[in-house]
């Protein structure tokens, strides 16, 4: 089993910054695994927002490209995601995903509200 705890969200206005943050534990959790970041707006699907392998490879959505940066602390166990620049849509509840080997683990989310 994975255990995530995303925190960070919050209320910023419309070019402020927020950083959040995803803390892996438990007896299944590996380092050698893909950590993801995605969003959900009401009404709207869950979409995919930044990725990074164990390796430091990192791929964004064009959507929040330039302005958003995901980096991991493996000593910690934790994933981050710088998001600067922030726009009204951007506002959305923010997910962790663990993969490895085909299987995947969800964090509860953090909501993220840009005011414009």
């Known amino acids: 089993q994975v255990q995530l705890v995303e925190s960070g969200g919050g209320l910023v206005q419309a070019g402020g910054s927020l950083r959040l943050s995803c803390a892996a534990s438990?007896?299944?959790?590996?380092?050698?695994?893909?950590m993801m970041w995605y969003r959900q707006a009401p009404g709207k699907q869950r979409d995919f927002v930044a990725s990074t392998t164990s390796a430091g490879s990192t791929n964004y959505s064009n959507s929040v490209k330039g302005r958003f940066t995901i980096s991991r602390d493996n000593a910690k166990n934790t994933v981050y995601l710088q998001m600067n620049s922030l726009k009204a849509e951007d506002t959305a509840t923010y997910y962790c995903?663990?993969?490895?080997?085909?299987?995947?683990?969800w964090g509860q989310g953090t909501q993220v509200t840009v005011s414009s």
């Open positions: 438990g007896s299944g959790f590996s380092n050698v695994a893909w």
């Open positions: 995903k663990y993969s490895r080997f085909g299987e995947s683990y």
